[in-house]
């Protein structure tokens, strides 16, 4: 922490320092130390008062993993309103990728939101949304003409993929996989693996869309070829080829719990899809944009989709997210059929170019694999002193545990959500921010930004030890 303190305090006299050259990056300036500070109670006096002004005017529908209120935050740390720092290892579940408010991002929404803020594209235009669309074709997996189109959130995204893959195909039935998420939408809801608390209550649901088996190796121990047969199969038994529109793939599935499919799995699927006309999407809206040490993780297995969704991590956390594609396929829609009003708004694709050239400029495709490569190896650690810790799984700075019962980590694997719960209620009253996942609550998902230094890896690691000792 004192060196990137050291690093900002000489910003403007890097030839004082003694490790940088002229040519390289500059270090990151942080305008919030990087460091966990807890100075009250979790959540502090101030955090409590907001909370009860928020339960009588916020719906209970909209729940928060962790009542602290935020008043800044800067690179991998939150401040909340009492003044505690939190390491945060959720970044608003993969969004603030490149870090919180990271200062060209910051530089280039503000100059945005000075020259103007909306138009309307499918009014009047403007180059911004153009230049994410060509950094979107330039980034996403696949070396032919694409094409997109941008919209404000991911479940905005999945409806758009669906809408177009079923209007240039001519078909209705969307597949997905078991233990997939994909939103809150009407259409996202039925694509959900999980019914509480994503639709309970809410149907009827849209119909013609498919579950099928996923490739889960921890638990099934398939090998990519063999988990694929399966997931074919019931495709072909219970939807049929010739009704598919699309099957929606997370590369590796968030909510879920980032499981990571055996190798050759997702390419054997995209091979069956393209010999039988279906649309392949893939659902990187949290597993992309530098997240896994490559722009998209579908690049690790070496699936190249038909179209590709982003979302989350796109704009810095701006709201933005796209559909982009195969040309010919997103060529489909009629002209108006796609857009809306706040679609590729200007100040979030002024965001998400600076992101783009951040990713770049900082070399965050090498941060990602530095994360990753630091996390499980701490993991690994704990994970010898620790028996409930059954799996460590994941890419880049996308890595998860699952928790199981006691001595259950390589027999029947029982789900240990109770531990889940405890450790990142620990977590949290010592400064770590920490997400859980899996369809059955046991797993802690690790989605910092690539701006945590390996320290407060450590650091965040020493407390979740405690944590696991503390059960
Ligand atoms: C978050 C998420 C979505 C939904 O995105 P929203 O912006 O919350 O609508 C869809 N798919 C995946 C994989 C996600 O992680």
């Avoid at 994503?198 to 190796?217: I, R």
């Avoid at 909510?255 to 091979?271: D, R, T």
């Avoid at 699936?303 to 982009?324: E, F, M, R, S, Y």
């Amino acid at each position: 922490m004192t060196d990137t303190l050291n690093a900002a305090a000489s910003t403007n006299t890097a030839s004082s320092t003694n490790t940088a050259s002229p040519a390289a990056t500059p270090a990151p300036v942080y305008t919030v130390p990087q460091e966990r500070r807890v100075v009250t109670s979790v959540p502090g006096p101030k955090s409590v008062e907001l909370q009860k002004r928020r339960l009588e005017s916020v719906s209970t529908g909209v729940s928060s993993v962790l009542p602290v209120y935020i008043a800044s935050a800067n690179g991998a740390i939150l401040v909340d309103v009492d003044g505690n720092q939190f390491i945060d290892l959720g970044a608003g579940i993969g969004v603030t990728t490149i870090g919180h408010t990271e200062a060209s991002v910051v530089e280039a929404a503000v100059g945005q939101v000075q020259d103007f803020i909306h138009t309307l594209f499918t009014i009047t235009p403007y180059e911004e949304y153009i230049r994410v669309a060509e950094l979107l074709a330039e980034h996403t997996p696949g070396d032919f003409p694409k094409k997109s189109v941008l919209i404000n959130s991911g479940a905005e995204a999945v409806e758009n993929g669906v809408k177009i893959a079923r209007k240039y195909t001519g078909r209705r039935a969307v597949a997905v996989l078991d233990h997939a998420y994909h939103g809150r939408t009407n259409l996202t809801m039925a694509m959900n693996h999980k019914a509480a608390p994503y639709a309970t209550g809410f149907g009827p649901l849209a119909g013609d869309v498919y579950h099928a088996p996923s490739s889960y190796p921890y638990h099934d121990g398939l090998s990519g070829a063999d988990a694929a047969q399966r997931t074919i199969e019931y495709l072909e038994k219970s939807v049929g080829a010739t009704d598919l529109a699309c099957l929606v793939v997370e590369p590796i599935q968030g909510e879920g719990g980032f499981m990571v499919p055996a190798e050759g799995y997702l390419p054997a699927l995209q091979e069956w899809c393209t010999a039988n006309g279906v649309v392949m999407i893939a659902d990187e809206i949290q597993s992309g944009m530098a997240r896994t040490g490559a722009y998209y993780a579908s690049e690790h297995f070496g699936w190249t989709p038909d179209l590709v969704l982003t979302a989350k991590g796109i704009a810095g956390g701006l709201p933005l997210a796209a559909v982009t594609g195969r040309a010919e396929i997103m060529d489909a829609a009629q002209p108006g059929g796609l857009g809306g009003t706040f679609g590729g708004n200007p100040v979030a694709c002024a965001a998400a170019v600076a992101v783009f050239e951040s990713i770049e400029s900082n070399n965050l495709l090498v941060e990602g694999r530095r994360i990753g490569d630091s996390l499980r190896s701490g993991l690994e650690q704990l994970q010898h002193k620790h028996d409930i810790i059954g799996d460590i799984r994941g890419i880049g700075a996308m890595i998860a545990i699952e928790l199981v019962q006691p001595g259950t980590g390589d027999t029947s694997k029982e789900p240990n959500a109770a531990a889940v719960t405890a450790i990142a209620e620990y977590a949290a009253q010592h400064g770590v921010l920490l997400l859980t996942a899996g369809t059955y609550g046991n797993v802690l998902r690790f989605l910092p930004s690539l701006a945590l230094s390996d320290d407060l890896i450590a650091d965040a690691l020493s407390v979740i030890d405690d944590a696991i000792a503390a059960l």
